[in-house]
């Protein structure tokens, strides 16, 4: 079993839907937890921290599960130019020990 | 500005050379990495070091090397033992467990 696991997609929903993506981990001990984006030939990043008690910034909510090992993020009336790649990130708390998820493709059509 | 700088941003190896990426940061940040990611592929890990004058073996650390001489900067060595080394190379730093990773904008590495 991969340490982090995200469904790779693509999620293809029309401008202005609600979208969701989990991502799952392996590693109970893990500490922090974060959503980054990355477009097309381009850096990742940060979108978000993923808080315990959940956390909202705009349009965007994440969601921490711990009994159940995942992270989610959900996207309301979303925008064309929120297509990209949805990476998910869980640190086990030392900096050695970042990983990454394969991320999740979304577009968003007209 | 704070930040990463990557470079070049674009660079050409040919067979049998050995290739320097330099990455900079001037975020106070102990701890630097350098990923690979292929194309549609997720970001896999070379090195990483977490203070100056160490660093560790990544995942996939065969035919690279890095050194870490000062805090702010973590070049990668891409030797000519690594058969296969078109990619986009990704440095990042962060201050310590538990903060996000700053990326610098990369550099995309092609064979001649």
């Known amino acids: 079993r991969k340490e982090v696991e995200q469904d790779p997609g693509p999620f293809n929903v029309p401008e202005g839907a609600t979208v969701a993506f989990n991502c799952t981990y392996s590693n109970s001990a893990s500490q922090s937890f974060f959503w980054y984006r990355q477009d097309c030939r381009k850096e990742p990043k940060l979108l978000m921290s993923?808080?315990?008690s959940g956390n909202e910034d705009g349009r965007f909510t994440a969601q921490l599960n711990r009994a159940s090992q995942y992270i989610s993020l959900l996207i309301r009336d979303s925008k064309l130019s929120d297509s990209a790649t949805y990476l998910c990130?869980?640190?086990?708390?030392?900096?050695?020990?970042?990983?990454f998820g394969s991320g999740t493709r979304l577009s968003i059509r007209p | 500005d704070g930040g990463i700088t990557q470079s070049p941003k674009y660079l050409f190896r040919k067979e049998g050379q050995n290739v320097t990426l330099s990455c900079e940061q001037n975020?106070?940040?102990?701890?630097m990495y350098w990923y690979r990611q292929d194309p549609g592929q997720g970001l896999r890990l070379i090195y990483y070091?977490?203070?100056?004058?160490?660093?560790q073996k990544g995942d996939i650390a065969e035919g690279y090397s890095v050194s870490r001489e000062k805090k702010e900067s973590f070049p990668l060595t891409v030797t000519s033992a690594q058969k296969n080394p078109t990619a986009f190379y990704l440095c990042?730093?962060?201050?310590?467990?538990?903060?996000?990773?700053?990326f610098g904008d990369g550099t995309r590495l092609s064979i001649l």
């Open positions: 990042a730093s962060c201050n310590g467990g538990n903060q996000p990773q700053h």
């Open positions: 975020l106070n940040h102990d701890a």
């Open positions: 993923v808080y315990s």
């Open positions: 070091s977490q203070i100056v004058n160490d660093f």
């Open positions: 990130v869980v640190n086990d708390g030392s900096a050695s020990k970042i990983i």
